[in-house]
């Protein structure tokens, strides 16, 4: 399973870091989304796989019996999704309002120059 | 814990002062110097104490770096502790009624507080870093001083210069300062063992007297203080004369014990101080202006100090001493003559001025009591020169230091003949001259009648303070001040001097002349101007060199830069996972694929609708990877986030254009390339990152006490809600920020001002 999370968060960067090199406003924030994705999958990663085991304490026992998925990187992903999902709803409207100001949806019409 | 009382007093009297001003008008420096004045008649009154045992105070205040609030009045900070508030009240009286009828007047006397305070601590302070931090804040009050007239370009170009070159030096200075509490296991001063056989020596040695040189304006650097007469007369004739430029010399004479007695002392100082010399009395007796003539010689006398303290020595230190008490009373009158001067007739041009004496008596026989002192006729001034005169005569560069000695007299006798008697004298050319008011006219006749005054009891004068201060610079100090030696050398080459200074001030008029034609600035400041501007320059280049303002650039610098430190770190690594078994099942490959089919289609897709539709599928794969793994909760979140985001996307499409402008198929090539190589680093650093495992997860824990101790069964909400609550917190602030952030996005167009942001 590891080598297809791999190759899954390599696409992910890559694909991610593509859209991002592209000129327009919208394609960065997908690709923005795309890398957000990756990292959350790679952090998932590195703490160890085990396939589905989650880490709920069942009915009359006290702790859960070992394999089971580590919950704290759980934890921190869970809370980096809604970050992330915060700042990309707040870039979206900052996209829309510069949109607005600059007429145009292309990054290298707001450098000056 | 008087000292720091004190010191706090002023700085409060500082905030006070503007209300005072509003209150009192042009009589607010008579009420605000009598603080100044009560803490003159404490220390005084604390000279017999002095004398025999000097008080010391500490208070600690950060004592796991040495740093406390040490503060100790021994001799020398007695001399100088009297100047700074002697002086100092009398420039705050002379200064509100210099200002009489400006506005401005309270921030000035704020600013003067200010700066009294902060050489008050510096010269009582017993710490090496708190004298620092008030050595940097006199360097901060002068800058406002001196730019004080804030809309005239040369105004600020002085306040700019003087900070940059005393504050270039502070840097050196606090580097030598620290260095030296290292070398000297200590940062108390009065505990500093003498470092002259350390072999740190030389090293901070160096940056001291780099930090003491350019505060006390030593040549190369003597450039700023002429400058620096741009700040009200008050100002120049307080800070730029009397006190604040003494600061590098002060630290010199109060590091003395601890850095002097070595050859490289003595021959850095002589030949610094020496150079100074020369070059601040030379430039003297070619102004015009009267302030830049007092500030020239102002740079000579900080030089003679200077070379005194080099020299060494009993006889040395009780000159430099005499001449220092000597120099801050005649140049203060001096300076504040000269402010009366203009303020009486409107020029400080001294081809324009003559036969004032008629007109503005008072102030005429101040300046005429502070000329004879400069001569070195008046007894302060003429013990002090003698004494200067025999202490180098006595030393093993004799040559070289009476000869700096005589052409700095010379040019005294010359400034003093053509300040103090010329422009008195002969036929009014100011029909409109007049005495100023009482507060004009106080502070110089009060600093000339000391001048003469203190030297016609050097004994006692000695007794007083002056024993203790050389003792403070020459350990076991058992000199005596005495107007008469008899006929010697010394007493030659003083009267030889002061004749040659006023014969040549015969001259004066033509070397006045002969300097009025040339305005080139000096090489020093040329030096400076270029370095300010190289700076800049090098800034410039720099910016544009880094910041291009594209992202695209921003992008690939990071990308590349992480690749680099990635691969660094992982070539080095011995993998484990080719050997790790290629266990998948057929429905992840599926999800594999599906994944992969997404990225690619996004990164093709020429419709927004699609590319978002596309991310959306993505996430989904995503949701799922979670859900396979045992991850239900991010699966969940990651779904909803999904939604939002695809919802979000399409509302503020409608505003957007469509995709345009697509690159060039070259660009695209490349960035696929460089989005590869990125890609595959991840990929690779995920397969390092799941091997890799060190010491235990501290998870253990959570899932341990989950249940018993916050009775929830799913893990990873008690950890989110419970264990890491605080967190979740955050979590939520930045989401609600977030959510505000986008309200006034969106409603900011119903208002319409969109056009002009740029």
Known sequence: MVWLLALAIGALYAGGLYMMLRKTMVKLLIGLAMIGNAANLLIFTSSGIVRSKAPLVPKGAKTVEPPFADPLTQALILTAIVIGFAVLAFALALVRRTYEAVGSGGLEDMTEE | MEPLIAVTAIFALALLAPQTSRLLAHRAGWLLSLLPFGLFAWMASLSPAVNADPPKWNQPWVPEIGLNLAFRLDGLALLFGLLITGIGGLVLVYAGEYMKGDPRAGRL???????????LGVVLADNLILLFVFWELTSVSSFLLIGFNSDEEGSRRGAIQALVVTGGGGLALLAGLVWMGQAAQTYEISNLPSLAGHPAYAGLFALVAIGCFTKSAQFPFHFWLPNAMKAPTPVSAYLHSATMVKAGVYLLARLSPTLGGTQIWEVTLTAVGGATMVVGGGLALIQYDLKRILAYTTVAALGTLVLALGIGGEKAAGAAMAFLLAHALYKGALFLVAGAVDHGTGTRDIRALSGLARQMPITGFAALLAGLSMLGVAPMGFLAKEMAFEAALSSPLAAVQAGALSLAAVAFAWVAFVVGWRIFRGTPSQPDAHEGSPGLWLGPMVLGLLGV?????????????????????????QGHWSLWHGFNLALGLGVGCIVLGLVGARASE??????AERKAVVGCERAYDAAIAGAN??????????????LRVYLQTTIGTTLVLLAAAMLRWTPD?????????????????AMLAGVIGAAHSKSRLSAVVILGVVGFGVALTYVLLGAPDLAMTQIAVEILTVILFVLTFIHLPKFQRASTLPTRLGDAAVATV???????????????RYGEPVSAYFVENSYPLAHGRNIVNVILVDFRG??????????????????ALWSAKRSGGGASTR
């Open chain 2, 453 to 477: 005054g203190l030297g016609c009891a050097p004994a006692w004068l000695e007794g007083f303070v002056g024993s203790a201060a050389a003792n403070s610079v020459m350990p076991d100090y």
């Open chain 2, 510 to 515: 033509r070397a006045v002349a002969w300097g």
């Open chain 2, 678 to 692: 990125f890609g595959a680093a991840m990929g690779f650093l995920c397969l390092v990152a799941s091997e890799q």
């Open chain 2, 726 to 743: 605080l967190d979740t917190m955050g979590e939520i602030t930045v989401l609600a920020l977030a959510g505000l952030g986008v309200v």
């Open chain 2, 109 to 119: 006397l704020s600013f003067l507080l200010f700066f009294m305070g902060s050489m």
């Open chain 2, 577 to 593: 996972f080719p050997n790790r078994p290629f266990d998948v099942r057929p429905h992840e490959v599926l999800l594999l694929i």
């Open chain 2, 537 to 550: 320059r090098l800034a410039e280049t720099f910016t544009s060199l880094v910041q291009s303002g594209r």
